[in-house]
């Protein structure tokens, strides 16, 4: 995990907090009415009321109900003294300065006690926990005008290859443009990092120990392409140069098998595969955890869900597959697929079905498990 920082509580949404925080008080501080309507005791219901006063949210009654007496009382206000349930103003009338009502009630209806949500010094959100908009809320509730929360990892992004140009360019037809750094980017962002994007390493070994090296100044490098078997390939070559630890060098899941995960210099790195969907896959399903890691979240292993399959799917067992799928609903869409560069089919998917390497045949109307793009 990265350092921590103080940052004001607008500016804490989306990241992680460093330190769990506690209520300052009890909350709710007071007994405290959950309807709009009048506070007796709940033994003498039914029957007819005089009312002795009122209260609002934000004020009190400063007096003690007697027999035969209510008050007035309206959602978020305190409770007076010597009531122990609520009528809600649909139950009962008012004439004359009396509240009648032929409703039964039991002690403790439609109130709550002092301290039910949570007691002074409890801890209301825990360290590791990505603040979302709940969270926020909890936040300003205690009084958090300031959040300790942790540094977002630098996670530098280094696509390589002598046929990839800039987005800008108009590439040769031997050419591809650069998307998978601005892919990566894009989920790195999504995963709580700040992406840095790297000019293209070029097919030779001056130019990929350069890049490397910027890239290992980062908390995270990730590299797109030259982590397969072909002759061209240098990226292993050169970590190996930089006295690099490879934890694994390939894996069992299609598109994705040469995936490389290792530590340089003091930094992880991973060796993503370069055809688009590849680069996507290995992401979202391993590299976004270490980004989510290095920014100090604790919480889940990577985002899944399931779905119901709407088509069928036929595939070679052996290895775990990411295929791309429109989710709507619950309802999960097999996206034509041509293979692992073609990017116009990522662009209609928003997920990946993610199949048991056990299993050759998905039918219709079976729970899938799919992984989200992002």
């Known amino acids: 995990m990265g350092e921590a920082e103080r940052v004001p509580l607008l500016e804490a949404a989306g990241r992680v907090l460093a330190a769990p925080v506690s209520a300052d008080r009890a909350y709710p501080p007071v007994a405290r009415s959950i309807r709009d309507g009048y506070a007796v005791r709940a033994a003498e219901l039914p029957g007819s009321f005089r009312v002795v006063g009122e209260v609002r949210a934000g004020g009190s009654f400063a007096g003690e109900l007697g027999p035969g007496e209510c008050v007035e009382i309206m959602t978020g206000a305190p409770m007076p003294a010597g009531a122990d349930c609520v009528v809600m103003v649909e139950h009962a009338t008012l004439a004359d300065g009396v509240m009648t009502t032929e409703r039964r009630q039991m002690s403790g209806d439609h109130w709550t006690p002092a301290g039910c949500d949570a007691q002074a010094g409890q801890v209301v959100v825990e360290a590791g926990v990505r603040l979302r908009s709940n969270h926020i809320a909890m936040l300003a509730t205690v009084g958090q005008a300031e959040v300790l929360v942790y540094r977002r ?28 750094s601005y892919s990566v980017a894009a989920q790195v962002l999504q995963a709580g990092g700040i992406p840095t994007v790297l000019p293209v390493a070029k097919d030779n070994l001056a130019d990929t120990r350069r890049r490397i090296a910027e890239g290992l100044e980062q908390d995270l490098l990730l590299l797109s392409g030259g982590v397969s078997a072909g002759k061209y390939d240098l990226v292993e070559t050169v970590l190996a140069e930089y006295g690099a630890e490879f934890f694994f060098t390939r894996v069992r899941m299609q598109p994705g098998q040469p995936l490389v995960f290792g530590q340089a210099r003091g930094r992880y790195f991973f060796g993503l595969p370069g055809n688009p969907a590849s680069t996507m896959v290995t992401f979202a399903a391993v590299a976004r955890v270490a980004v989510a890691r290095l920014g100090g979240e604790t919480a889940g292993e990577g985002v899944r869900w399931m779905g119901t399959l709407q088509g069928e799917l036929r ?6 597959r990411f295929l791309p799928a429109e989710m709507r609903g619950t309802g ?8 692992s560069g073609d990017v116009p089919a990522l662009a209609r998917a928003n997920v990946f079905v993610v199949t048991d ?4 045949v998905y039918l219709p109307g079976e729970e899938i498990e799919v992984l989200p793009m992002g």
Not at 170 to 178: F, L, M, S, T, W
Not at 357 to 360: A, F, L, M, S, V
């Open 332 to 339: 999960v869409f097999p996206v034509r697929y041509s293979g």
């Open 357 to 360: 390497p056990e299993r050759d």
């Open 153 to 180: 990892p630098r996670v530098a992004i280094l696509a390589t290859g002598d046929e990839v140009v800039g987005v800008e360019a108009a590439p040769a037809a031997e050419q591809v443009r650069n998307s998978n």
């Open 315 to 320: 595939l070679k067992p052996g290895l775990t």
